[in-house]
């Protein structure tokens, strides 16, 4: 690509398109991975791609140039360092970001482990909490309303690729979901839950994460079947949503491991 070929205005009308999906990709129906990391991720996992957009420096990286090379017939347009910033909102971007369509899952069906958040308002949070569920080999991910957007930049930055083996949901019915399924449902409370360790983990699972300031809604505290605290300290109030999610699931696969029991959750996508 040629310097004639560089985005420098921010006038530009792809520029602007760029812009708006970056700061609201919901309503665009697209998502923006931004980095080497990610943008590997997307075309690994077969993920379409409708535009690959790379900085006048990114140009100069050999691996911006491979991921490009291996993506020939996908629209590509080169910005401006300055304006690639701008789009990313990184200061010191890699220079490489791919515009892709988020998988959309098949109609719902719980049979094992699901993860269920409500009203999670930091994208970090999500980004984390999505990451510790691959992780732990879950797939399903409802979100409820309130939550950060899952497909948002900061969200996959977060999450560094987790996306691609969950099947994620967003502005779910958590209340409907929990009441119309079997599997043992379990709210993650502060305080006056049942200790962690001491509950049985190793049937399937659905995990209850709450927002970070007020927890849980009362409804779905009052719908779980099973509420869990971790132990603190005693000068502790309360853990990180993120880090109590990390804590849980991994407790639940510690379990599953000295009984030999998987963790159920289907196959991803």
């Known amino acids: 690509m040629n310097a004639n070929a560089v985005i420098a205005s921010r006038h530009n009308p792809r520029f602007k398109a760029l812009r708006k999906l970056a700061d609201d990709p919901a309503r665009e129906g697209l998502a923006l991975a931004d980095g080497i990391h990610l943008v590997a991720a997307c075309i690994e996992n077969g993920i379409p791609v409708k535009q690959m957009l790379v900085s006048e420096g990114g140009m100069r990286n050999s691996q911006v140039g491979g991921l490009l090379a291996k993506m020939p017939h996908v629209e590509c347009l080169c910005f401006s360092d300055a304006l690639f910033r701008e789009i990313t909102g990184v200061a010191a971007p890699t220079g490489i970001a791919a515009v892709f ?7 719902l069906a719980m049979h094992g482990d699901a993860i269920l958040l409500d009203g999670i308002q ?52 958590l209340l409907s979901a929990v009441r119309d399924s079997s599997t043992l449902s379990v709210a993650t409370v502060a305080r006056d839950g049942t200790d962690l360790y001491q509950l049985d983990l190793s049937v399937p699972l659905l995990w209850l994460f709450g927002n970070e300031g007020a927890g849980l809604s009362p409804s779905l505290r009052a719908a779980a079947k099973a509420r869990a605290t971790i ?11 993120a880090a109590t999610a990390a804590i849980c699931l991994f407790e639940a696969r510690r379990q599953r491991e000295q009984t030999k029991r998987p963790a159920p959750g289907g196959p991803s996508r």
Do not use: Y
């Open 101 to 107: 369509a988020p998988p959309r899952p098949g109609p």
């Open 231 to 241: 132990p603190l300290a005693a000068a502790t109030e309360s853990l990180n949503v």
């Open 122 to 173: 930091d994208a970090g949070n999500v980004g984390t909490i999505l990451r510790s569920a691959a992780a732990a080999g879950i797939v399903d991910v409802l979100l409820g309303p309130g939550c950060a957007g899952a497909w948002s930049m900061k969200v996959l930055r977060a999450a560094q690729g987790a996306h691609f083996s969950l099947r994620i949901r967003e502005q779910a019915d």
